[in-house]
């Protein structure tokens, strides 16, 4: 069974209930902070809010196979211990213990378990010597010896279980995040997004935050009644968002240039250097492709490479004054185009390249 078919085969824990309205909007701006983390990193994924637990990151919208869990609490004082993370409440399981079963539901596809807070953790000095207070991420294999074996002992006892992956699987971070004021924090994170997709926006980063948090706090108290979900699509739209639903929200809101736009753009300023109709086209087909691309493969090796080059034929064209501020589009494209190759990608993908590269220098 792949993953997908596990995810909605298997019952989600309890729909959230009992949380505070402050404690639940940190849970939701946390996500959302994550969310603009990954983003930037991660070709695609799918976060899932409140869902299995308070949220769930697949690496894939089409064919996921890894999952990571994040466990999300807020502290008002004091640092959390291996006695307040361990502790059982009547029938319930310990935070650790509801964390771990996580692995146990997806034992094949759990890539990583995440407890995650405001507060730090007082687990005695790691194996390193460090003391843990001062660390903002801690994995559980770093734990003192003594330390590691009552939370792993904890858990083979939630669970009836003779071994376990805590130790390869479990990191305990500390966000930067208020538990009184996490809107500040996420605001200023999505103005620096704002500012990197979108450089000239004169786009109010409240007004914006106010949209995407909202979007994410929709997701997250969506429950599904009655509803049948038969497939991950189903799933993502009334629990979740993708990378590729993220940017066509960004567009909407106006935060993101569409293709449609950045071409418009572009093509005033070919058209300008008296280029043939058939060229044009060449670069409009490249232009929609080298969009998509910069999104999905914005990791791979050889886009990184073409990239870098691409950036420094440009730079060292310009110092030794074979371009200048007179030069037209076209021109510095066959500059920097002739100076760069790549078997990778065909001709007109690397020229609409040069002119994604040149417009952010």
């Given at each position: 069974?792949?993953?997908?078919?596990?995810?909605?085969?298997?019952?989600?824990?309890?729909?959230?209930?009992?949380?505070?309205?402050?404690?639940?909007?940190?849970?939701?701006?946390?996500?959302?902070?994550?969310?603009?983390?990954?983003?930037?990193?991660?070709?695609?994924?799918?976060?899932?809010?409140?869902?299995?637990?308070?949220?769930?990151?697949?690496?894939?919208?089409?064919?996921?196979?890894?999952?990571?869990?994040?466990?999300?609490?807020?502290?008002?004082?004091?640092?959390?211990?291996?006695?307040?993370?361990?502790?059982?409440?009547?029938?319930?399981?310990?935070?650790?213990?509801?964390?771990?079963?996580?692995?146990?539901?997806?034992?094949?596809?759990?890539?990583?378990?995440?407890?995650?807070?405001?507060?730090?953790?007082s687990?005695?000095?790691?194996?390193?010597?460090?003391?843990?207070?001062?660390?903002?991420?801690?994995?559980?294999?770093?734990?003192?010896?003594?330390?590691?074996?009552?939370?792993?002992?904890?858990?083979?006892?939630?669970?009836?279980l003779?071994?376990?992956?805590?130790?390869?699987?479990?990191?305990f971070?500390?966000?930067?995040?208020?538990?009184?004021?996490?809107?500040?924090?996420?605001?200023?994170?999505?103005?620096?997004?704002?500012?990197?997709?979108?450089?000239?926006?004169?786009?109010?980063?409240?007004?914006?935050?106010?949209?995407?948090?909202n979007?994410?706090?929709?997701?997250?108290?969506n429950?599904?009644?009655d509803?049948?979900?038969?497939?991950?699509?189903?799933?993502?739209?009334?629990?979740?968002?993708?990378?590729?639903?993220?940017i066509?929200?960004?567009?909407?809101?106006?935060?993101?240039?569409?293709?449609?736009?950045?071409?418009?753009?572009?093509?005033?300023?070919?058209?300008?250097?008296?280029?043939?109709?058939?060229?044009?086209?060449?670069?409009?087909?490249?232009?929609?492709?080298?969009?998509?691309?910069?999104?999905?493969?914005?990791?791979?090796?050889?886009?990184?490479?073409?990239?870098?080059?691409?950036?420094?034929?440009?730079?060292?064209?310009?110092?030794?004054?074979?371009?200048?501020?007179?030069?037209?589009?076209?021109?510095?494209?066959?500059?920097?185009?002739?100076?760069?190759?790549?078997?990778?990608?065909?001709?007109?993908?690397?020229?609409?390249?040069?002119?994604?590269?040149?417009n952010?220098?």
């Open positions: 069974m792949n993953l997908e078919q596990e995810i909605l085969n298997l019952k989600p824990r309890e729909e959230s209930g009992s949380k505070t309205a402050r404690k639940y909007t940190f849970q939701k701006d946390l996500s959302l902070y994550l969310l603009l983390t990954v983003h930037e990193k991660s070709d695609d994924y799918v976060f899932l809010f409140d869902f299995h637990d308070d949220l769930v990151v697949l690496d894939s919208e089409t064919k996921p196979s890894k999952i990571d869990f994040y466990q999300i609490k807020s502290k008002d004082s004091g640092n959390w211990t291996v006695k307040a993370l361990t502790k059982k409440e009547k029938e319930k399981l310990s935070i650790t213990g509801k964390l771990y079963l996580n692995k146990i539901n997806f034992t094949k596809n759990t890539n990583s378990l995440n407890f995650i807070s405001n507060a730090n953790f687990f005695k000095q790691l194996t390193n010597g460090e003391e843990s207070l001062k660390r903002l991420k801690i994995k559980a294999k770093e734990l003192d010896k003594f330390i590691f074996k009552e939370f792993e002992d904890s858990i083979k006892n939630e669970h009836k003779t071994n376990t992956l805590f130790g390869e699987l479990t990191s971070h500390v966000t930067k995040l208020s538990n009184k004021d996490s809107s500040t924090h996420c605001l200023g994170e999505l103005s620096k997004l704002i500012n990197k997709i979108n450089p000239e926006n004169s786009i109010n980063p409240e007004l914006a935050y106010k949209q995407v948090f979007e994410v706090s929709r997701q997250t108290e429950t599904f009644g509803k049948s979900i038969s497939n991950l699509d189903e799933l993502i739209d009334i629990k979740g968002i993708s990378k590729r639903q993220f066509e929200f960004l567009e909407k809101a106006g935060l993101y240039k569409s293709v449609k736009q950045e071409w418009d753009e572009i093509k005033t300023s070919l058209e300008s250097c008296s280029i043939g109709h058939i060229e044009l086209m060449k670069f409009k087909k490249y232009w929609r492709d080298v969009t998509a691309t910069l999104i999905k493969d914005s990791n791979k090796i050889p886009l990184k490479k073409l990239i870098k080059d691409i950036e420094t034929v440009y730079k060292n064209e310009l110092s030794i004054g074979t371009i200048d501020e007179s030069s037209n589009l076209l021109t510095i494209i066959n500059h920097c185009f002739s100076k760069v190759s790549s078997s990778f990608y065909d001709d007109y993908f690397v020229k609409c390249l040069v002119i994604k590269v040149i952010e220098e």
